[in-house]
């Protein structure tokens, strides 16, 4: 099981600030590759390495969530590979990936305290973390 390195916080303050200036993009910048590249700035690793190539619109990207048994079950069989447990959102942390339920669908985000942020297509889009359907520890 991989470790959240001791300078994770400032990890994530950076991914922030890199990612907030970066409009939503089926292709490179959607909610699902948003919570994959902070796993990959966190620790080393892509778990959505497989799917990348495959998502080229929102087409492409429905029929692989479709596909896959939806975007909590992507979110699980990648966390279970790597050992990272589904838990209640009252136990997330800073970091710790979410989901949360928009009226457009399911999306996956980060826990930042009492808010979670997600990748909204004018940009951030901030929930209360209480009101997230699931998380998981990540690191």
Same mark, same amino acid.
């Given at each position: 099981?991989?470790?959240? !390195? @001791? *300078?994770?916080?400032?990890?994530?303050? %950076?991914?922030?600030?890199?990612?907030e200036a970066q409009p939503f993009d089926w292709r490179t910048n959607?909610?699902? &590759? /948003?919570?994959?590249?902070? +796993?990959?700035?966190?620790?080393? +690793?892509?778990?959505?390495?497989? #799917?990348?190539?495959?998502?080229?619109? !929102?087409?492409?990207?429905?029929?692989?969530?479709?596909?896959?048994g939806g975007i909590e079950s992507i979110a699980n069989?990648?966390?279970?590979?790597?050992?990272?447990?589904? @838990? !209640?959102?009252?136990?997330?942390?800073?970091? *710790?990936?979410? %989901? #949360?339920? /928009?009226? =457009?669908?399911?999306?996956?985000?980060?826990? +930042?305290?009492?808010?979670?942020? &997600?990748?909204?297509?004018?940009? /951030?889009?901030?929930?209360? =973390?209480?009101?997230?359907? =699931?998380?998981?520890?990540?690191?």
């Amino acid at each position: 099981m991989l470790t959240r !390195p @001791q *300078d994770w916080p400032e990890r994530l303050a %950076l991914f922030l600030r890199e990612k907030e200036a970066q409009p939503f993009d089926w292709r490179t910048n959607n909610c699902a &590759f /948003f919570a994959c590249d902070w +796993i990959a700035c966190l620790l080393g +690793i892509d778990p959505a390495a497989s #799917y990348r190539a495959k998502v080229d619109g !929102p087409l492409s990207a429905m029929r692989v969530v479709e596909e896959a048994g939806g975007i909590e079950s992507i979110a699980n069989d990648a966390c279970a590979r790597w050992e990272w447990p589904a @838990q !209640p959102v009252a136990l997330a942390r800073r970091g *710790d990936v979410m %989901l #949360y339920d /928009f009226p =457009t669908g399911a999306a996956l985000g980060l826990c +930042i305290g009492a808010r979670s942020v &997600f990748v909204g297509k004018e940009g /951030f889009v901030f929930v209360r =973390t209480m009101e997230c359907r =699931t998380s998981w520890r990540v690191g």
